[in-house]
């Protein structure tokens, strides 16, 4: 099957291209194509040593130009998975725009583009934010209502319900996967694990939201993109598979879990001022995908935890390399001032 890949020099698209071309996955006669535009997010360092394997192409490229994702089509696509997204929910509460661009526009361009040249499979990757904020009990289904609650949850149910009309409207065979918060190797530094464990590498501080009881259900990568690849092979078009592991931390658990990991002490944690619109808690019933699909998460959160933890420990230049330049301009506009105001209340308090 030749595949294209969307998004690949990312965080879990990266992981994806790696599973799928690694010699133990068995699927030894696919080939991909990563189709990226590189932004701050898309980074070649993740597909290191990929560069010259046979049955692997990188094509930097936006997923809204139509004459280049048509021109890829006629080379033949099978399927299409498509990553490609702006993932950040505080980036889009700063600046919502590009989240307009790629995750609406640009994902209803790929799938217009795929109808048209006829591909056969087309799973697009979606998030368990299109269903909002959860109360203290209870877990989303497929058949939960959407309620996205920032901009970038709203414009990824927008891809979501685009990619569904495309198989409704047209007969495009798409396949949606929604999927809790992921964490593993390869994360952009500006998502709370690896904010926080690279930040306390260097002894510094690490803020957390609000009162730090938010709830999130954390899957390893490597299970969600199993479960995205077994979607793509065995999915039932027009079908919406929920991806989770049934791992619920509060943020504070998470902090404190990260905190122990590295034997850093407490008084690293600051609570600075909460995200506007935050969604109190996630929490994903993937009862669906088990039984139809045989589905199951095969890494547990501690052990996994543990081991990204030690990942970043021993990749210190590829963060490095990341946490400098506009980054640093970034965690300035995003932290500065709540950080200076939280350690002027620390002041007080003392
Ligand atoms: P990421 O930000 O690490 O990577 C996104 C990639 O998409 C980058 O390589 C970027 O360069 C590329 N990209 C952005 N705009 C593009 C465009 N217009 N054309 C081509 N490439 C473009 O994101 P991620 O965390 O790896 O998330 C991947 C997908 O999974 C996203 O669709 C996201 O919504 C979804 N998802 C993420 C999580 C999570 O916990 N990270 C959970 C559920 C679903
Ligand atoms: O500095 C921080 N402090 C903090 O307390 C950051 C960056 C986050 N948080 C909290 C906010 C959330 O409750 O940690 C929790 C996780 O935050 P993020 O890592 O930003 O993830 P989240 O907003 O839950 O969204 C993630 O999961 C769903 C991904 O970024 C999305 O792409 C995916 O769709």
């Known amino acids: 099957m030749k595949i294209l ?3 690949g020099a990312g965080f879990i ?7 799928v071309l690694a010699e133990k996955s068995g ?11 590189l932004t701050y997010a898309g980074n070649l360092e993740n597909l290191a040593g990929l560069e010259t394997h046979p049955r692997y ?4 490229g936006d997923i809204a130009d139509r004459p280049l994702v048509t021109a890829l089509f006629d ?9 490609a997204a702006e993932s950040h929910v505080d980036r889009s509460i700063d600046d919502p725009d590009a989240f307009l661009h790629t995750n609406v526009a640009g994902t209803l361009a790929l799938l217009d583009c795929a109808r048209r040249a006829g591909v056969k499979r087309f799973v697009q990757v979606s998030t368990d934010e299109v269903y909002g904020s959860l109360g203290p009990t209870g877990a989303f289904t497929e058949e939960s209502p959407l309620q996205p609650s920032s901009p970038y949850a709203a414009s990824k149910a927008a891809a979501d319900l685009l990619a569904l009309s495309f198989r409704t409207t047209y007969g495009l065979p798409v396949m949606v996967t929604r999927c809790s918060n992921n964490f593993g190797p390869y994360q952009f530094p500006e998502k709370v694990i690896p904010l926080f464990v690279t930040n306390l590498l260097n002894d510094q501080p690490v803020p957390l939201y609000g009162d730090g009881m938010n709830v999130r259900d954390w899957i390893h990568v490597a ?47 600051r609570h600075v001022t909460d995200r506007l619109g935050h969604d109190r808690r996630y929490a994903m019933d993937p009862t669906k995908i088990e039984r139809v699909l045989g589905w199951t998460p095969r890494h547990e959160f501690a052990a996994g935890l543990r081991a990204t933890v030690a990942w970043y420990r021993d990749h210190r230049a590829w963060w ?15 932290y500065g001032e709540r950080l200076r105001r939280s350690a002027e209340g620390h002041g007080r308090r003392a």
């Open 57 to 60: 192409r990188f094509v930097r």
């Open 5 to 7: 890949v969307t998004g």
């Open 223 to 269: 299970d969600h993109c199993a479960a995205v690849d077994l979607v793509l092979r065995r999915g039932e078009p027009g079908e919406v598979y929920n991806i989770g592991a049934r791992s619920e931390q509060t943020n504070r658990a998470l902090t404190e879990m990260i905190l122990a990991e590295l034997g850093k002490p407490a008084s690293l944690i």
């Open 13 to 19: 698209g990266a992981n994806y291209v790696r599973m």
């Open 27 to 37: 699927n030894a006669g696919d080939t991909v194509i990563n189709l990226d535009v």
């Open 320 to 334: 490095e390399h990341i946490k400098s330049g506009a980054y640093t301009d970034y965690y300035e506009r995003m």
């Open 75 to 83: 080379e033949g696509v099978d399927a299409v998975v498509n990553f």
